[in-house]
């Protein structure tokens, strides 16, 4: 997210927006029937199998640059592709390989536009019914809609998740630890991801959806060393289960950072609908 990476001057104000880099980073998206595939791949199944994930959010924000004093109301669409191949290397370890690209266009807070791309491998073991899972990410930011190369950046990760059902209730407790070393230095950081998706059960296709999550960052080098930012955020939706493979989730999220340096806090009140495919 590069406005949370880079320094306060120098690297402009280029932005990332979160809950669905968070749910393709964890498998959350596994938890709706639309993506049930996601992590759901029968035991005994070891020959490859191609997916592709779309989704497609307009999304309204009062606070388009993530700024502490200069909040502006926005609109922004992301549209977001993943082309993956999974398999099993052994009965209980699956691979994954990935990439990945999305973007945000505002209609009118241009700074605000930003793209990423991905290329990932992962692999997960169950351990103690828990997936966890070792993960690599080569990651491209540009500004604009794939305009400047912002910053290329390498990402390993170790997570770890499971679901718990009671009832017509899901929790999929997740957590996640990464370091990014990147070719700019105040991009390097450390950081934890705790998340609590939540799914209650109205329907066959109607569902109520929350997200709360925390993320801690540690930065190491260049501006923004010793810099600790932490972001607090909780969200809550409806979800509509349209196929198999395709849902309409309509939510709002509310976001707010603290950080050692003042200029960094934000609150922020995002609203939209999101549609999810998976082929």
């Known amino acids: 997210m590069p ?21 393709s980073a964890f498998g959350l998206l596994g938890m709706q029937q639309a993506l049930a595939a996601d992590e759901a791949a029968p035991e005994t199944a070891h020959r490859p199998q191609w997916s592709v994930l779309i989704s497609f959010s307009p999304t309204y924000t009062n606070n388009a640059l993530y700024s502490r004093d200069d909040r502006r ?25 990935y990439g990945r690209s999305a973007f945000d ?32 990410e080569h990651r491209f930011e540009f500004t604009g809609v794939y305009q400047d190369l912002l910053f290329t950046a390498d990402d390993v990760m170790i997570s770890t998740t499971r ?23 105040e991009a390097r950081r450390y950081r934890l991801d705790l998340v609590l998706p939540l799914e209650a059960r109205i329907t ?30 909780t969200s809550l939706g409806l979800r509509y289960s349209i196929a198999n493979n395709i849902s309409l989730t309509t939510s709002a999220s509310y976001e707010w950072r603290t950080s050692n340096v003042p200029l960094r806090h934000y609150r922020e009140l995002e609203i939209g609908p999101r549609l999810d495919m998976a082929f």
């Open 105 to 136: 266009t505002f209609a009118q807070e241009e700074p605000g536009n930003e793209t990423f791309a991905i290329l990932g491998a992962r692999l997960t073991r169950p351990i103690l019914d828990w997936r966890t899972s070792i993960i690599y």
């Open 73 to 97: 109301r926005d609109v922004y669409a992301e549209p977001d592709v993943t082309l993956r191949l999974d398999g099993k290397l052994t009965s209980d370890i699956s691979y994954r390989l």
């Open 163 to 185: 679901d718990f059902s009671y009832g017509p209730f899901t929790v999929s407790p997740t957590a996640q630890l990464s370091y990014r070393f990147a070719d700019v230095p």
């Open 3 to 23: 406005v949370r990476d880079l320094p306060l001057t120098g690297l402009g104000t280029i932005l990332v927006r979160k809950l669905n880099a968070l749910a």
């Open 204 to 233: 066959s296709r109607w569902s109520l959806v929350s997200t709360p999550f925390l993320e801690a960052y540690w930065f190491t080098d260049g501006f923004n060393e010793g810099r600790q930012d932490i972001i607090y955020s």
